[in-house]
């Protein structure tokens, strides 16, 4: 099975050094660049990608267009944060082609404040990420983008490890961009909620995220993942009250 990678990419470069060394198996690797200013790109070419530089618009789109300029029919989309282990990338080398099927899901694994998850909501994720370009594609949401597929699917038993925060600096950084894009989403599914329940959420969202999804068993980090998710929860919905709100006005 010939089958290319492809990745978006906004000066990713720390997270390529770890994740670009794990892809020598594949055929081909796509960059969708969206001009970097870091030195991403020269090192996308030192492990000979091919770069293309795009203006991000949104997730889903930016990835459908990853995929469009993969010359393989079989795509492996990956986020530049996102390391393939070596049972995985044994598994990938020896997959041949199977006519009922027409994409896999993969296990991923958290990776936060240098330690991997074993338990979690996020630590038992099967994601869409193999597929045949020809029977799907990505859809063009804004965020929490997905593969729409038309066809079988099957799974793989290796997983990808995911490094989605180098620290607690970067968790913040991406911390504001994503509640705006979530409030945003769900403004545009005609939500609301009012600001006593918005504030009042906390606590419930931090029980469901420390212990119903057993982060207590991942240690301090689990701890502090389980506090920075409700309190993702809470701000996302705090700030669809403000968008709400403004349309009142």
Wanted: net charge positive; charged share 25%; proline share 2%.
């Amino acid at each position: 099975m010939k089958i290319s990678v492809v990745i978006i990419t906004k000066n990713e470069e720390e997270n390529l050094k770890k994740s670009l060394p794990k892809l020598f198996w594949c055929d081909e690797i796509v960059i969708v660049d969206d001009h970097s200013t870091d030195n991403t790109v020269e090192l996308a070419k030192q492990y000979n990608c091919k770069v293309y530089n795009y203006i991000f618009e949104n997730f889903g789109k930016q990835k459908r267009l990853a995929v469009s300029l993969a010359q393989n029919n079989w795509v492996l989309s990956l986020d530049a944060d996102e390391v393939l282990s070596d049972e995985l990338i044994n598994e990938l080398k020896s997959l041949k082609e199977d006519k009922n099927i027409e994409g896999y899901f993969i296990p991923r694994q958290h990776v936060f404040l240098n330690t991997p998850f074993k338990y979690g909501k996020e630590s038992k994720d099967y994601i869409l990420r193999l597929f045949n370009k020809e029977k799907g594609n990505f859809n063009e949401a804004n965020v929490h983008e997905k593969v729409i597929l038309n066809g079988n699917t099957s799974s793989l038993k290796g997983i990808i490890l995911h490094y989605s925060y180098k620290n607690l600096d970067h968790y913040f950084s991406k911390f504001n961009q994503y509640t705006t894009k979530g409030a945003i989403q769900l403004k545009e599914k005609g939500k609301k909620r009012a600001l006593i329940l918005c504030i009042l959420s906390f606590p419930i969202y931090f029980f469901k995220h420390y212990f119903l999804y057993l982060n207590l068993f991942n240690g301090k980090a689990g701890f502090v993942w389980s506090y920075l998710s409700a309190w993702y929860h809470t701000v996302k919905y705090l700030k669809l009250f403000e968008l709400n709100k403004k349309e009142t006005l």
